[in-house]
């Protein structure tokens, strides 16, 4: 009779797990056409980077993480922010944008900048080493992003600040609702902070922050 109850309770447990997850989303196909695109003259100005870097407390001596960098827009300016005495650690799962970067890195004489050639649900990057983190443009891409919020986990150092800047959408059109990622991040241990709509990328932009509970 014990062993009967116990394996209720099991399947009991089970379930309610499965039913506090969220359900499956469709998502976007990740970008791999011309990277150059992403370097547009205004970009700074429309999403503010310099007031964006400001909020995730980015600084020098720290450490950064750009998920989905791309062709390192955002990897370059960090790692002037952070200065020689920080790094900016460069993660996509494209090995092109990887290449694009490490040829980016040598024609700016950036020293300060570890390309990371990742997994779609783990960034492969070292533990307890990240003061903050931005995903600017990428959430929408990721199809396993509980696990790789929890992947990411490990990494983050006490008080880090996770940045994510999207823009409204299905999942499937490069855009995602920002209820789905607050839920999802919650899922995963996250916490959120604050919300800003000053990034304007394409008048549908928003900026979420978190950190770890």
Known sequence: MCRIQTLLTTLLLLTACLAQQ?????TSTPYTGDLSIFDSPDRDTKLQIN????????????NVAD???GSGWFTTRAARRVTET??????DINPEAISYINNRVQKENLHNIKPVLSKPDDPLLPANS?????????????????????NLHASLRKDAKVGIIDRNGNGENHGLAKEIIIRETAEAG?????QYDFVKGDGMDYFLVFTTK
Do not use: F
């Open 130 to 150: 990240i003061d903050a983190v931005l995903l600017l443009k990428t959430y929408h891409e990721v199809a396993n992003p509980i696990a790789l919020l929890h």
């Open 86 to 91: 920080g790094t900016v650690y460069a993660v």
């Open 190 to 194: 996250y916490t959120l902070l604050s």
């Open 51 to 62: 007031r964006v870097m400001d909020i995730l407390a980015i600084a020098p001596g720290k």
């Open 22 to 26: 969220s359900p499956p989303r469709k």
């Open 67 to 69: 998920i989905g960098a």
